[in-house]
């Protein structure tokens, strides 16, 4: 499955920095973009959701999204050592009854922050 | 209280075995999912059902039956277990809203670690 493209790392940053994850993908009926985070042996919790094309801030966290270059992403501002996880892109199409509420994952950056 | 919850966390069997996941979501959410996660941490959609409907069917081979007695149950029985089958497995559930609209993604479980030996 090749819809969703996200570079695995692993990918490793000092305590404090900024950190920038990103996606890019194919199918132009993607209209819903997510950002979950996995931690080690847990299922995925979802982090950040974005409707269209734009930005979204929660704390910390910065969700971009370019429709017209497929392309998104998250930063993480002022990196913490809880914040090492599994990143996990995931994009749906929206109002498509074949398609009902299915999600395309990304295969996932893995980010360890060091203190 | 867990939201979505799987059963067992980790099973381990042999080639040739049957076994059975179970999963209850109490969020009231009428869409319900299994999807396999491989040793890549790739999660791939394998079954969702909508009101006990069989919604998504991937092309998953036919030893995989989900069942869903209701709509806060989805379970996912495997015949002949082969070793390609060891993964972790998570349920997960949504609300899709009137006109087929996910608004706000998924609640996943905690995932079934499945290792076929």
């Known amino acids: 499955q090749k819809e969703v493209e996200q570079d695995p790392g692993p990918l490793s940053v000092p305590e404090g920095a900024i950190v920038s994850l990103n996606c890019t993908y194919s199918n132009s009926a993607f209209q819903y973009f997510m950002w979950y985070r996995q931690y080690s042996r847990k299922g995925p919790e979802l982090l950040m959701y974005?409707?269209?094309?734009g930005n979204k801030e929660d704390g910390r966290f910065t969700a971009q999204v370019d429709k017209s270059s497929k392309y998104i992403s998250l930063f993480i501002r002022d990196s913490q050592p809880s914040d090492s996880a599994t990143y996990l892109c995931?994009?749906?199409?929206?109002?498509?009854?074949?398609?009902?509420?299915?999600?395309?994952f990304g295969r996932g950056t893995q980010l360890t922050v060091w203190p | 209280d867990t939201a979505v919850s799987q059963t067992p966390k980790y099973l381990v069997t042999q080639m040739g075995n049957d076994k059975s996941i179970k999963c209850e979501q109490n969020?009231?959410?009428?869409?319900m999912y299994w999807y396999k996660q491989d040793s890549k941490k790739f999660l791939k959609i394998m079954f969702s059902?909508?009101?006990?409907?069989?919604?998504i069917n991937e092309t998953v081979p036919n030893r995989f039956s989900p069942k869903s007695p209701d709509k806060a149950h989805l379970n996912l029985h495997i015949n002949s277990l082969e070793l390609g089958d060891s993964a972790v497995y998570f349920c997960?559930?949504?609300?899709?809203?009137?006109?087929?609209?996910?608004?706000?993604?998924?609640?996943f479980g905690s995932g079934t670690r499945l290792t076929v030996v």
């Open positions: 995931a994009m749906s199409e929206g109002d498509r009854g074949s398609t009902l509420g299915r999600l395309y």
């Open positions: 059902y909508n009101n006990k409907e069989l919604i």
């Open positions: 974005t409707y269209s094309s």
């Open positions: 997960a559930s949504s609300q899709v809203l009137r006109g087929g609209i996910n608004n706000y993604g998924y609640t």
């Open positions: 969020l009231g959410h009428d869409t």
